[in-house]
């Protein structure tokens, strides 16, 4: 049989379609009928799950602390009587909040014009359309609490801008001005201690650029911490979405790591300096943190004790974190880790001090993310409470 050179055009272009997708059927008959209309083609009904395709990394997301609203993160508030997180807060506790402050729901980019909701049917902790809106894409600097504005052109930019404190050396220094600025060993009822909030990994890691640390006059310290090229964004050594740390990728160049150990990362070092001054130049970089941060709690509870009269301890997991130790042991228990029993004795070489010790303690990470500037605040630290009275003096090697 002889058929016109058309419908054989049209046959094997069908035939063409269906081997490919498996889904279009065109009737062997009505292609041949020359003179029939065209027949539309027919397809199968798709599934939902061919209508809905599947969320990237949402199982990844739902592991993780953002999404856990039963955390304290979001359920902080849930004692007040609207149980709504005010706009200081609701900026990084809340999904609302982060996209208030970035303006990406209309309102004034740069801050937070309301309360907003933590209510686990609607809030969904930090979910997804907080980092993945056009608004967040397109960021390109990050503004630290010290008021520098930081120049970020990499996805970076939405982490830091929830990671970078809430203070820096600015408000400390404002804190002791507003406080009458009393001498540098006078405790005043007008101090009181200042934070720097959560885990701030990009204060830290911007060191001396965006001064996240309480920087003494008359020191340099250490600016931008680079790594590599292989790891040089917040998502080259922490997952995106389940914020765990990348230990495998670490493993890659230090022989010390080992892939699925976390706590083997305090094991890197790249100085020979001994900067703790124990003598010991073979261990890792974490535990030379670790020494001078003890000494510095150290110097803390001997400046109280010596200086101010009255002795101070320290609570990680207890608001506004120093407190009077009324038994003096040397530590706060529960019945002490309440807020009427706060430290009140500040002077402010005490509340210099102090703020170091919370900014290297709460930034779990900062051997890693800027080790040169951890060291530098510690240092510094010890060294002007003894010039104080404290009665430990500072030992090792201040780094560059």
């Given at each position: 049989?002889?058929f016109p050179?058309?419908i054989l055009?049209?046959?094997?272009?069908?035939a063409?379609i269906?081997a490919w997708?498996?889904?279009v059927?065109?009737?062997?008959t009505?292609a041949?009928a020359?003179?029939?209309?065209?027949?539309a083609p027919?397809?199968?009904v798709?599934t939902?799950s061919t209508?809905?395709p599947?969320?990237?990394?949402?199982d990844?997301?739902r592991?993780?602390?953002h999404a856990?609203?039963?955390?304290e993160?979001?359920?902080?508030?849930?004692?007040e009587?609207?149980?709504?997180i005010p706009e200081?807060?609701?900026?990084?506790?809340?999904?609302a909040?982060?996209m208030d402050y970035?303006?990406?729901?209309?309102?004034?980019?740069g801050?937070v014009?309301t309360?907003?909701s933590?209510?686990?049917a609607?809030a969904?902790?930090?979910?997804?359309?907080?980092c993945?809106?056009?608004v967040?894409?397109?960021?390109?600097s990050?503004?630290?609490?010290?008021g520098?504005?930081?120049?970020?052109?990499?996805?970076?930019?939405?982490?830091?801008t929830?990671h970078?404190g809430?203070a820096?050396?600015v408000?400390?220094?404002?804190?002791?001005?507003?406080?009458g600025?009393?001498?540098e060993?006078?405790?005043s009822?007008?101090?009181a201690?200042?934070?720097?909030h959560y885990r701030?990994?990009a204060?830290g890691?911007?060191g001396?650029?965006?001064?996240?640390g309480?920087e003494y006059d008359g020191k340099?310290?250490a600016g931008y911490?680079?790594?590599?090229?292989?790891?040089r964004l917040?998502?080259?050594c922490?997952s995106?979405h389940?914020?765990?740390?990348k230990v495998?990728t670490?493993s890659e160049?230090h022989?010390e790591?080992?892939?699925?150990?976390?706590?083997?990362?305090?094991?890197?070092r790249?100085?020979?300096?001994?900067?703790d001054?124990?003598?010991?130049?073979q261990e890792g970089?974490?535990f030379?943190v670790?020494?001078?941060?003890?000494?510095?709690?150290?110097?803390i509870?001997g400046?109280g004790?010596?200086?101010?009269?009255?002795?101070?301890?320290?609570?990680p997991n207890?608001?506004p974190y120093?407190?009077?130790d009324?038994d003096?042991?040397?530590?706060?228990?529960?019945?002490?880790a309440k807020?009427?029993n706060?430290y009140?004795?500040?002077t402010?070489?005490?509340l210099?001090?102090?703020?170091n010790?919370?900014?290297?303690?709460v930034?779990?990470?900062a051997y890693?993310h800027n080790?040169?500037?951890?060291?530098?605040?510690?240092y510094?630290?010890?060294?002007?409470?003894?010039?104080?009275g404290?009665g430990v003096e500072?030992?090792?090697t201040r780094p560059?």
């Open positions: 049989m002889h050179a058309r055009v049209t046959f094997a272009a069908v063409g269906a997708s498996g889904m059927r065109l009737p062997f009505q041949l020359q003179d029939q209309a065209p027949v027919v397809f199968e798709p939902p209508l809905v599947a969320v990237p990394n949402l990844a997301w592991s993780s602390a856990d609203i039963t955390r993160a979001f359920r902080h508030w849930d004692h009587d609207d149980k709504m200081m807060c609701s900026k990084c506790h809340s999904t909040g982060f970035l303006g990406a729901d209309g309102s004034a980019a801050t014009d309360k907003h933590p209510d686990p609607t969904m902790g930090i979910s997804c359309m907080a993945h809106n056009d967040a894409r397109s960021m390109t990050v503004t630290f609490p010290s520098v504005q930081q120049e970020v052109l990499t996805a970076d930019a939405r982490c830091m929830c970078g809430r820096s050396t408000q400390v220094k404002q804190a002791i001005t507003e406080a600025t009393p001498a060993d006078t405790p009822p007008d101090l201690f200042v934070n720097i701030p990994s204060a890691r911007f001396g650029e965006v001064h996240g309480f340099d310290y911490y680079f790594h590599d090229q292989a790891s917040c998502t080259d922490h995106p389940k914020l765990v740390v495998s670490c160049c022989r790591v080992v892939a699925g150990d976390k706590a083997s990362l305090r094991m890197i790249t100085s020979k300096i001994d900067f001054g124990n003598g010991n130049v970089i974490h030379e670790e020494a001078l941060r003890t000494r510095l709690l150290d110097a509870k400046y004790k010596a200086v101010t009269g009255t002795e101070i301890a320290y609570h207890a608001y120093f407190f009077q009324t003096g042991n040397g530590t706060i228990d529960e019945a002490e807020y009427p706060r009140q004795s500040w402010p070489r005490h210099k001090a102090a703020y010790y919370q900014f290297v303690t930034q779990v990470g890693t080790p040169r500037y951890a060291l530098q605040l510690l510094d630290s010890i060294a002007d409470l003894a010039e104080g404290s500072v030992i090792g560059d």
